[in-house]
């Protein structure tokens, strides 16, 4: 079953059972979207993606360099590697710290 999740993203043509795969499971995909690298991966789907974001200091009117970290859900239907640049969409809860799942590598 393939589910086209509304967001302009195309499905991958990799197929997978994932129950929490939002293109070929039930998982549905609503709020924000972030992008950032793939910075740790696990064994159980899990993966940890970090970007930075500018930092305003009133005090010396300058910006600092932070960095944000997220766990995410990958989908099996993904090939992703340490280091990819991937976009990743806010869906309901998946796990105590994960309400993210990957939908797009970008190249």
């Known amino acids: 079953m393939k ?5 302009g993203i195309e499905t991958p043509r ?3 059972k994932d129950r929490k795969c939002p293109f070929h499971g039930k998982l549905t995909v609503k709020g924000r979207s972030v992008r950032g690298w793939i910075i740790r991966l696990s064994s159980t789907r899990t993966g940890t993606i970090q ?3 500018a930092y305003y200091i009133q005090k010396y009117e300058r910006y600092e360099k932070r960095r944000s ?3 995410v859900h990958l989908p099996a239907c993904l090939n992703i590697n340490v280091g990819d ?3 990743a969409v ?3 809860p998946i ?3 994960k309400n993210f799942v990957v939908v797009e590598v970008i190249k």
């Open 3 to 7: 589910n086209t999740i509304g967001i």
């Open 14 to 16: 990799k197929e997978c």
């Open 51 to 53: 970007w930075q974001r």
């Open 69 to 71: 970290r997220l766990h």
């Open 85 to 87: 640049k991937v976009k």
């Open 90 to 92: 806010q869906t309901r």
């Open 95 to 97: 796990s105590k710290t």
